[in-house]
């Protein structure tokens, strides 16, 4: 068979979609990246991502069906495409690829009160759909930082984590059946009345098995009333004890959310010290306005020696900050915040009253806007999120921080509590003598977090997916299960064109059987 032509396959995008489709550079351009950091460092080298042949927006199911027959056919790679929020390389265009954008799938099919589910297609934006949801009484109670920039397709395809995951659980909690488009063009449905449950292959697979194009989620009743508090605790493993304890006793609190030594500091109160070296990184963090030239002198001195700097965090008092948020009825809300109250004075902890969990909520998507003062700074920031059970969190913790330490400067808070142990959020930021020196730092830093987490035999991921992030690591942590995943990407995208590359390195996928 001919390869087909970059004009042919345009022209049959073209006949399925009409003038919904962009083949101009500046499309292209925006269209070649999410939000992984790599990629700036990437395009700071002047090593920038390969731009897609074109970018499409469909409006239906039939559509998106229409455009997979398509490319798989004429064997074109398809990244599907969201919001672009995504921090992993999972949506990064792909060499003579297209990328298929669902923003435009945007309709709340059916909202069903008697069984408390609600029927959405995939473009839906987060901050919107909840803001529909509130308008009926409901909530899906999934609150990721992105959420004024993510999509419904991109929380199920990524497995997220919203904010108030101790409460109403992660993304796969909510799903109850997914309509998903599979690599030969036909529409699917997954739910059904018994056997084996299909929802999990889909859910967090990043489009490499199907493109979702609706979801049916759970929701829950707007909660009629919340508790805040913040708590000092006297050391970090306090505070762990109490996140276990109320976890453990059944609570379900919204939001259990501890911050370590620097990022304690960071965050920041009123006796909180304001000079020196932390000082001025507190103010770097925590600033706003323009990175002036003087700015940018000070973050890069600050940045350029980690290890002197985490050895100064290391001799930080060993308090933490812990933020509490409870909802439901009012006799929960506060059920919950005073039984919260009783573990934390236990272990000798200081109550700090509502201000510190109302000063949370008011800024609790303001991480996801303050990373860009950084690279305009000449340095690199990055997060991290890995999970494990109680018993090895502290000891995680320890490993990562010290596999990375000479690299960058680290902190971490821990959140996403669950009776069975917690995630823990890592931020490191660097600098380098230019940027390919950056990008070379950064890659060190991301190859000794994972191996130090996979020593750990904890999970590299929690919430923000795998993507290319995660991609080196993904044989040593799924084993023999990859042999399923090359068995699941032959029977659902027989043609292998569906974001290939995305979560295995093609040479790390066995040949499965009857594969071609």
């Known amino acids: 068979m001919a390869t087909p032509t970059p004009t042919a396959i345009r022209d049959g995008l073209r006949s399925i979609v009409g003038d919904r489709m962009s083949t101009t550079p500046p499309d292209r351009t925006a269209y070649a990246r999410d939000l992984w950091p790599r990629t700036q460092l990437d395009r700071l080298v002047g090593d920038p991502p390969e731009r897609p042949l074109a970018v499409v927006w469909p409006t239906s199911p039939e559509e998106v069906a229409a455009i997979v027959r398509l490319c798989a056919a004429q064997r074109v790679p398809i990244v599907p495409f969201g919001a672009g929020s995504g921090v992993c390389g999972g949506a990064r265009a792909v060499p003579g690829g297209i990328v298929v954008d669902l923003k435009r799938l945007k309709r709340i099919r059916r909202i069903d009160r008697a069984a408390m589910v609600v029927e959405v297609e995939a473009g839906f934006v987060g901050e919107r759909f909840e803001r529909t949801l509130e308008r009926h009484g409901l909530t899906l109670g999934h609150f990721p930082s992105s959420i004024l920039c993510s999509t419904v397709g991109g929380w199920v395809a990524a497995r997220s984590a919203g904010q108030c995951s101790s409460r109403y659980g992660k993304i796969e909690d909510m799903v109850v059946d997914l309509e998903v488009v599979t690599g030969d063009g036909r529409i699917r449905r997954t739910a059904r009345a018994g056997g084996l449950d299909w929802n999990p292959i889909f859910t967090g697979s990043e489009g490499t098995l199907g493109l979702i194009t609706a979801a049916t989620l759970r929701v829950h009743a707007q909660p009629a009333a919340r508790a805040f508090r913040g708590w000092r605790m006297p050391s970090v493993a306090a505070g762990l004890e109490v996140m276990r304890r ?25 006796d909180d010290a304001k000079g020196g070296q932390l000082g001025r990184l507190k103010a770097i963090f925590a600033g706003t306005g323009q990175v002036d030239a003087l700015k940018q002198r000070a973050t890069r001195a600050a940045l350029a020696s980690p ?6 965090v290391d001799r930080l008092p060993d308090t933490a900050l812990l933020v509490t948020v409870t909802e439901g009825s009012e006799a929960e809300a506060r059920r919950t915040d005073e039984a919260i109250a009783d573990y934390a004075l236990a272990v000798g902890a200081l109550d700090l009253g509502e201000q510190p969990g109302r000063a949370w909520m008011a800024h609790r998507y ?22 494990t059970t109680w018993d090895g969190i502290q000891p995680l913790y320890h490993a990562v921080r010290r596999a990375v330490s000479a690299e960058v400067l680290v902190m971490a808070h821990f959140s996403h509590v669950y009776p069975g142990g917690c995630s823990i959020y890592f931020t490191f930021a660097g600098t380098g003598r230019d940027p390919a020196d950056m ?8 190859q000794q977090a994972l191996d130090a987490t ?12 795998a993507g290319l992030s995660r991609r080196s690591h993904m044989p040593a942590t799924h084993g023999e299960a990859a042999r399923w995943f090359a068995a699941l990407k032959a029977a659902c995208d027989p043609a292998g064109i569906l974001n290939p590359g995305k ?3 093609p040479d790390d996928i066995p040949r499965a059987e009857g594969g071609r």
């Open 307 to 312: 290890r002197l700097l985490n050895f100064a």
């Open 454 to 465: 996979v020593a750990r035999g904890a999970a590299i991921a929690h919430h923000h997916g």
């Open 366 to 387: 303001d991480v996801s806007y303050k990373q860009s003062k950084l690279y305009r700074a000449g340095a690199f920031v990055d997060t991290f999120e890995v999970a």
């Open 439 to 446: 990008r070379r730092r950064y890659a060190r830093v991301w």
């Open 503 to 505: 979560l295995f390195a």
């Open 246 to 270: 109320t976890m453990q006793a059944g609570l379900r609190p919204a939001v259990m959310r501890m911050y370590d030594s620097l990022d304690t500091l960071l965050v920041g109160s009123k």
